[in-house]
């Protein structure tokens, strides 16, 4: 019975933890960039089950009526294994490519295709989908967070005075037709392995960008998040039921212990 009420707390954990990612995608659901976080569950460490036998008296299940010799061997039977609980393994992320939705604003821009923008922030390199970007004081086009964007040379990238800002397929910038710099699109080769997820829309990565294909800049669009919204409503609702059916379980579990506790009292 301790296994069956370890078992049912466990699976209420774990609902709590499915239920903080759901909730962080869901809170995320108008991020431009945002790709949705996946959590995966496994089973805790399975224990062996065994019965014993008597190799005197293989009637006698080990431990019965009959009294207890210290020469007599026993026999142990393996019967199989039993399962402890469930636990959360690892987040994997959703790289697929959100919808382009069209703003008209020069400086956002969106990626179609695969490839990320490639941010200088202060704790190094960042690459990101999210492609909200403006002007800062000294007129270097940062991201929504005030992080640097790059060109193809690493180079922070700094607009003149001017009036028109055009960004073709390619990540040329013309200001009023003058070529002004060329935006550093990267890719990975092995995306879920190569990034890890930042806490601010963005990836970082410990080894350099070794995809040999990128996609295309859109201007003035954005790639929207791709949360599947119904999906997201699927799975909240499966979480609060398997976390009820647990607690329903911890609550069994507890009345059943309470009673052996009491019955073997009165033995």
Not at 149 to 175: A, F, K
Not at 194 to 211: A, V, Y
Request: hydrophobic residues 35%.
């Amino acid at each position: 019975m301790i296994k069956g009420l370890y078992s049912a707390v466990s699976a209420m954990i774990t609902g709590l933890d499915r239920q903080s990612v759901i909730a962080h995608n869901a809170a995320n659901l108008d991020t431009p960039g945002f790709k949705q976080i996946m959590m995966t569950m496994e089973e805790f460490k399975e224990t062996g089950v065994f019965t014993a036998e008597s190799a005197i008296d293989p009637s006698s299940p080990f431990g019965g009526n009959v009294g207890f010799d210290e020469k007599r061997f026993v026999n142990i039977n393996y019967v199989g294994s039993h399962g402890t609980g469930v636990n959360t393994a690892f987040e994997e992320t959703n790289l697929t490519q959100g919808a382009l939705l069209n703003t008209e604003e020069p400086l956002d821009l969106a990626i179609e295709g695969n490839g990320y923008f490639k941010l200088q922030t202060p704790d190094g390199m960042a690459y990101t989908r999210d492609g909200r970007f403006n002007l800062n004081a000294n007129r270097e086009i940062v991201s929504v967070d005030g992080y640097y964007l790059m060109d193809q040379s690493d180079q922070i990238i700094t607009v003149p005075e001017g009036s028109i800002i055009e960004v073709d397929s390619s990540g040329i910038i013309y200001l009023d037709n003058d070529d002004v710099a060329n935006i550093s699109i990267v890719s990975f080769e092995n995306e879920l392995e190569s990034l890890q997820r930042g806490n601010d829309n963005t990836f970082t990565s410990e080894i350099e960008p070794d995809g040999e294909t990128v996609g295309v800049i859109a201007q003035g669009y954005l790639e929207s998040s791709n949360v599947d919204v119904a999906q997201l409503m699927t799975q909240m609702v499966s979480v609060v039921r398997s976390y009820e059916a647990a607690q329903q379980l911890v609550t069994i579990q507890d009345e059943l212990l309470g009673r052996s506790i009491s019955t073997l009292g009165r033995i």
